[in-house]
């Protein structure tokens, strides 16, 4: 016999709009790992950030779950961007939304690179302008900043949640997507086989599936299987986090524990669990939105061209007044990349996108006259 499916949750769907409180855990995110590239790894000082910040650096030198909270929050807004719209509609917002600032991105740095003399080498023309195909992984090439790899996973669970939107999102649907991406992620957990890993991402689907299940939980109120999924993918996700920690390792002289990545992992996984069951709705400051405006052009402006500015300023002022004058230049310089390019770039390419999405469809509807259609 055949199990029977999943039931549709009987209560009505809550109305979901912009939540405040995700602006605010985006930009948190994002300040975590501006303070492990800063703070923790040795960047572009003369000494080692657990000496110039020893008080911080126990902390700082986690910032690189930053990431990790990254992926769960894009689970969730990925998931509630889509609902209800086509497949179109889905590819159109995602190339908008990614691309203005990160082909901005690329280029700055590169710029920085190649003007301030005595530090990292910008890439050849021909890498950089693979680079603004945000394929540079697959294809072989260098990174035009080392942040940029999880611009990559990033697309990959686009593609695989398009195969999914293509028929349109409903609870049903989204639940057997989490659970067999979750099997998958368990099946080949330890394959060899680079295709199979690139595609099902056994690493990193843990935050993706989880932030996705905690949507539903917030449209459709939690329930005893969505919880269940969460905690699979909390305890699923332990394993290759301590890879990471134990790689992280490498960079510092000073030890540091692994319990700090459970407590914190747990802490993000708790936050979601609030957002999503909606105690966190009363979170509407005003600055909210404008934290969760500059958090993407901070996450990608901020490594290797904050390393170059460390690395001219370091030597001529305290570090504290180094970390503040680059750190507040990268806010500032995020704030204009989102004014000045992001938003008129975004809404500039999202009219031509639609408009091409629209012409290609009547193209077809004629070629297929009315016995097609």
Not at 131 to 152: A, H, I, S
Not at 180 to 206: E, N, T
């Amino acid at each position: 016999m055949r199990p029977a499916p999943a039931p549709a949750p009987t209560t009505t769907p809550r109305r979901v709009g912009r939540l405040s409180a995700l602006d605010g855990m985006r930009l948190l995110a994002a300040l975590m790992v501006v303070a492990y590239h800063y703070m923790a790894l040795y960047g572009g000082w003369t000494t080692r950030g657990e000496a110039l910040f020893p008080g911080a650096f126990p902390y700082t030198a986690y910032g690189w779950l930053g990431v990790e909270l990254f992926f769960l929050i894009s689970g969730f807004v990925i998931c509630m961007s889509c609902w209800g719209r086509s497949l179109g509609d889905f590819f159109v917002s995602r190339v908008s939304r990614l691309y203005p600032a990160y082909w901005f991105a690329v280029l700055a740095t590169t710029a920085v690179l190649l003007l301030i003399p005595g530090g990292g080498n910008p890439l050849p023309v021909a890498d950089v302008l693979t680079n603004l195909t945000m394929l540079e992984e697959p294809l072989g090439v260098r990174k035009v900043d080392g942040v940029y790899w999880t611009l990559f996973a990033e697309l990959r669970f686009y593609l695989l949640f398009a195969l999914m939107a293509w028929r349109g999102l409903t609870y049903r649907r989204v639940l057997a997507f989490c659970s067999v991406w979750a099997a998958a992620g368990m099946l080949f957990a330890k394959s060899d086989d680079s295709v199979v890993r690139l595609l099902i991402m056994p690493d990193y689907c843990w935050y993706f599936i989880a932030g996705m299940a905690f949507f539903l939980m917030y449209r459709f109120r939690p329930s005893l299987l969505l919880t269940g999924i969460v905690l699979v993918c909390f305890g699923a996700a332990l394993p290759s986090a301590h890879d990471t920690w134990s790689r992280s390792l490498g960079y510092f002289k000073q030890s540091i524990p692994f319990w700090p990545v459970v407590a914190v992992l747990a802490v993000c996984f708790g936050v979601m669990a609030l957002v999503a069951t909606g105690k966190l709705d009363w979170m509407k400051w005003r600055w909210l939105p404008y934290a969760g405006a500059i958090t993407y052009p901070l996450y990608l402006l901020h490594q290797y061209a904050g390393w170059e500015l460390i690395r001219a300023l370091g030597h001529r002022l305290p570090p504290y007044t180094v970390l503040a004058l680059v750190t507040g230049g990268m806010l500032v310089a995020s704030w204009l990349l989102h004014r000045l390019i992001e938003r008129p770039v975004s809404r500039l390419l999202r009219r031509r996108l639609t408009g091409a999405l629209s012409e290609a469809t009547a193209r077809g509807e004629r070629r297929l006259g009315p016995a097609g259609r």
